[in-house]
């Protein structure tokens, strides 16, 4: 195999990610190796690790960039911090998970699948996703939250408030779980009202006042359920 002529590190990389957005999407992520991703960007596979050491750490890096590419997520970061984003924050979180598991392509539903399953053994491709979205969705979250609570709309927080927005996704994550088999081991409601009360419960556990979620749940700068946005699409 002949390797391709030395580029910037930043250069590299992102050829790098391109070959690996292909092999991801056509073999999906069991089916890609470290070796098939080296070759479809004409590199060694030692070169490829220099740049990332694991198959999970480079699906972790195309799926964080997806989502910064994301026109609705890029919305999403630039509201106004409030009460109101706050419930917008929520509600697309909630959408996302439970949506993907209708995904005529399945791809959302396999990726709930692979968080699980990297939750249940060495949690690294959890743990390089959470970090990176984190990054992203905890300086509109916590400032909302900072804000509702100043205005009387949520109760006070302890501990690290990005940490409402992580078990508010475990949360989801684990219903959208039970909705994948052909059985769901619970008789769920149907998707709108499943979602609905989700978002319900997910915002009174957060410490939200009944005169706030009554307020801001069905605002008109929300989308009506189900919400169609996608937060982290596939590539």
Same mark, same amino acid.
């Given at each position: ?9 930043d ?11 292909? /092999? ?7 089916? +890609?190796?470290?070796?098939s %991703? ?7 596979e030692? @070169?490829? !690790?220099?740049?990332?050491? +694991? ?5 972790? =890096?195309?799926?964080?960039?997806? /989502?910064e590419? =994301? ?9 106004? #911090?409030?009460?109101?984003?706050? &419930? ?5 979180? %909630?959408?996302? @998970? ?6 005529? =392509?399945q791809?959302?539903? $396999?990726?709930l699948?692979?968080l699980?399953?990297? $939750?249940?053994?060495?949690?690294? !491709? ?12 905890? #300086? %509109? ?6 804000k ?5 709309? /949520?109760?006070?927080v302890e ?5 409402l !927005?992580?078990?508010?996704? $475990?949360v &989801? ?11 769901? #081991?619970? #008789? ?9 009360? &989700?978002?319900?419960f ?8 009944? =005169? ?8 008109? &700068?929300?989308?009506?359920?189900? %919400? +169609? ?7």
């Amino acid at each position: 195999m002949s390797l391709a002529p030395r580029l910037s590190s930043d250069l590299r990389r992102e050829l790098i990610l391109e070959a690996a957005r292909g /092999c991801f999407a056509r073999y999906g992520y069991s089916g +890609t190796t470290t070796k098939s %991703v080296a070759q479809a960007a004409h590199i060694s596979e030692g @070169l490829l !690790f220099k740049h990332f050491p +694991t198959k999970a750490a480079l699906y972790a =890096d195309i799926l964080a960039e997806a /989502c910064e590419a =994301d026109p609705e997520f890029l919305r999403l970061l630039g509201l106004e #911090p409030s009460t109101g984003t706050l &419930v917008v924050l929520i509600r697309e979180m %909630v959408a996302h @998970l439970l949506e993907g598991t209708e995904s005529p =392509d399945q791809e959302e539903a $396999q990726r709930l699948r692979l968080l699980a399953s990297s $939750q249940l053994n060495d949690g690294e !491709f959890a743990r390089l996703l959470f970090a990176k979205i984190g990054d992203l969705i905890a #300086p %509109v979250f916590n400032a909302s939250l900072e804000k509702a609570i100043a205005a009387g709309d /949520c109760a006070p927080v302890e501990g690290n408030p990005i940490n409402l !927005f992580w078990f508010s996704h $475990q949360v &989801v994550h684990m219903i959208a779980l039970m909705r994948l088999p052909p059985t769901p #081991p619970l #008789p769920l409601p149907a998707l709108p009202e499943l979602s609905r009360q &989700v978002c319900l419960f997910i915002l009174r556990g957060i410490g939200l006042t009944a =005169d706030a979620i009554s307020s801001h749940i069905n605002s008109a &700068v929300l989308s009506p359920l189900p %919400v +169609t946005a996608r937060i982290a699409e596939s590539t």
